[in-house]
T-cell receptor
Framework: EPEVTQTPSHQVTQMGQEVILRCVPI?????FYWYRQILGQKVEFLVS????????KSEIFDDQFSVERPDGSNFTLKIRSTKLEDSAMYFC??????????????????FGPGTRLTVL | AQTVTQSQPEMSVQEAETVTLSCTYD???????LFWYKQPPSRQMILVIR??????QNATENRFSVNFQKAAKSFSLKISDSQLGDTAMYFC??????????FGKGTLLTVNP
């Protein structure tokens, strides 16, 4: 069964350093997402991506964050200068389709196993 | 903006018994989807069940079923014949006319032997 994969599973970095979290979505999917979960808290939407551009982003997704699909398979989240409060689990998700006629159609978002980011 | 509320931070149930997890949401949209996700200690997000708002019939997946009350904006999850492997954090989630999922704060369910 196809699945979303993420690397690394755990990333430890120093405050102020840049990190890149990598995701390989399911191959025929067109919509990609990043979510984060601070320990003990709910999962929060960061950004959605379609057709090589951001579809929507949350207020969390500030100028320190960027996403990219550098090739046909990878989808990356970059944090330019990490802060202590960026420590969280970061989940990538993908779905086959998104909107049809302006209505979100039935398209399950498949989640990857997550990358635990620890900022020291 | 949509909000999702899970009022039970923790629940416990005896193995083989039935438990119901509550979820309410707020939205002005008429077309949307609701989901329950399970997050075991591994922290993987696993889809348990989903409900389309335009369907009146409650969704069912094996031991998992929902009670969807659209007028009340309520979406509870019932787990029948609870198993030890059901121990996990359960998140209720909403998806409206955009792509993103809005999650509740979660309910930690413990199934006791």
């Amino acid at each position: 069964e196809p699945e979303v994969t993420q690397t690394p599973s755990h990333q430890v970095t120093q405050m102020g350093q840049e990190v890149i979290l990598r995701c390989v979505p399911i191959s025929n999917h067109l919509y990609f997402y990043w979510y984060r979960q601070i320990l003990g808290q709910k999962v929060e939407f960061l950004v959605s991506f379609y057709n090589n551009e951001i579809s929507e982003k949350s207020e969390i997704f500030d100028d320190q964050f960027s996403v990219e699909r550098p090739d046909g398979s990878n989808f990356t989240l970059k944090i330019r200068s990490t802060k202590l409060e960026d420590s969280a689990m970061y989940f990538c998700a993908s779905s086959a389709t998104g909107l049809a006629g302006g209505i979100a159609i039935d398209n399950e978002q498949f989640f990857g196993p997550g990358t635990r980011l620890t900022v020291l | 903006a949509q909000t999702v509320t899970q009022s039970q931070p923790e629940m416990s149930v005896q193995e083989a018994e039935t438990v119901t997890l509550s979820c309410t949401y707020d939205t002005s949209e008429s077309n949307y989807y609701l989901f329950w996700y399970k997050q075991p200690p591994s922290r993987q997000m696993i889809l348990v069940i989903r409900q389309e708002a335009y369907k009146q019939q409650n969704a069912t997946e094996n031991r998992f079923s929902v009670n969807f009350q659209k007028a009340a904006k309520s979406f509870s999850l019932k787990i029948s014949d609870s198993q030890l492997g059901d121990t996990a954090m359960y998140f209720c989630a909403f998806r409206g006319s955009n792509y993103k999922l809005t999650f509740g704060k979660g309910t930690l369910l413990t199934v006791n032997p």
